[in-house]
C-alpha cells in the first residue's frame, strides 16, 4: 500500500525494443528479399548506388505524403520498368535528360511543364510543385537552384510548404551555402503560413539549438502542433 506523501522512486528499465512500423517492416523485408540493403540520409531523396544499396531520404527529410515503405515501393517499381540489369547501375539507369525525353514527353515531364506555365503565371502552387520536380529531377533535370528560385517564390506568394521547402535548402546545403540560420528562418515563415512541416523542422532546430537560441519548451509547442497535424518524426521527439 502506497501512503500519501510517501516519495516514489523513479523506476528504470532496459529498452530491448523499439516500435517499427508494420508496412515498413513488410517493403524492408521486400528490398531484402532482392537484394536490396535500405539506408537513410538527409543528403538525397532516392538513390541507388548499382551495388545493391538503396538510399532514401530520412523521414524528416521527406514531403508530408511520403513515407519509407512507400518510398521503397516506388524504387522497386522503377527497377522492375527498367528491368533486372537496372540493378547494376545507379539510379536504375534512369536519366532525365537521356534522348528522346523530350519527344516522348513521359507525364513528369508534362506536369514540370505545366507546373511552370502556372508558376509563370503567379500561382504559388505551381511554383512549389516545380521546385519539387527540380529537387527529385522529375520530368525536368535536377536543378537545385531552379528549385530554391521556384521555392522563394512560392514562399513570398504566401504559400506555407513553399517556405518550408527553401528552409531545406538551406538546411541540407542544396547547391547554396548550408544555413541552419536561414533554414529556421524560412522554416518559421511556413510555420506561421499553416504548414505543419514548417513547424516541425523548427521544432528541432529549437530543440537543439540549432539557428536559433535552443527553447525546449518554444520547441514542444512546436513539435506538439506538428505532431496533431499527423508527423511521426515530431510525435516521436515531442515526447
Known amino acids: 500500500m502506497i501512503r500519501f506523501g510517501t516519495t516514489l522512486r523513479p523506476m528504470s528499465r532496459e529498452v530491448r525494443f523499439q516500435y517499427q512500423d508494420p508496412l515498413d517492416a513488410v517493403w524492408l523485408g521486400a528490398a531484402a528479399r532482392v537484394g536490396l540493403r535500405v539506408n537513410r540520409s538527409n543528403e538525397v531523396f ?6 545493391g544499396v538503396l538510399t532514401l531520404g530520412e523521414e524528416a527529410t521527406l514531403d508530408a505524403d511520403d513515407c519509407l515503405a512507400q518510398m521503397i515501393f516506388h524504387e522497386l517499381c522503377h527497377s522492375l520498368v527498367q528491368g533486372p540489369d537496372s540493378f547494376t547501375v545507379p539510379d536504375w539507369g534512369l536519366d532525365n535528360v537521356a534522348p528522346g525525353d523530350e519527344v516522348e514527353a513521359p507525364l513528369p515531364a508534362k506536369a514540370a511543364a505545366l507546373y511552370k506555365v502556372g508558376c509563370d503565371a503567379g500561382d504559388a ?36 510548404r513553399g517556405c518550408t521547402h527553401l528552409g531545406l535548402v538551406y538546411h541540407r546545403g542544396l ?37 536559433v537560441r535552443r527553447n525546449p ?4 509547442k512546436l513539435l506538439d502542433r506538428a505532431c496533431k497535424a499527423g508527423l511521426s518524426f515530431a510525435c516521436a521527439t515531442a515526447k
Request: aromatic letters at 6%.
Open 125 to 160: 502552387a505551381s511554383c512549389d510543385h516545380l521546385g519539387v520536380c527540380a529537387i527529385k529531377g522529375l520530368g525536368i533535370a535536377r536543378d537545385y537552384h531552379r528549385a530554391k528560385v521556384s521555392f522563394r517564390k512560392a514562399c513570398q506568394a504566401g504559400l506555407g
Open 217 to 220: 519548451k518554444r520547441a514542444k
Open 175 to 211: 547547391k547554396v551555402v548550408k544555413s541552419l540560420k536561414k533554414a529556421a528562418v524560412y522554416y518559421r515563415k511556413g510555420c506561421a503560413a499553416g504548414d505543419a512541416r514548417g513547424c516541425g523542422y523548427l521544432g528541432l532546430l529549437t530543440l537543439k539549438g540549432e539557428g
Open 46 to 51: 532516392a538513390a541507388t548506388d548499382g551495388r
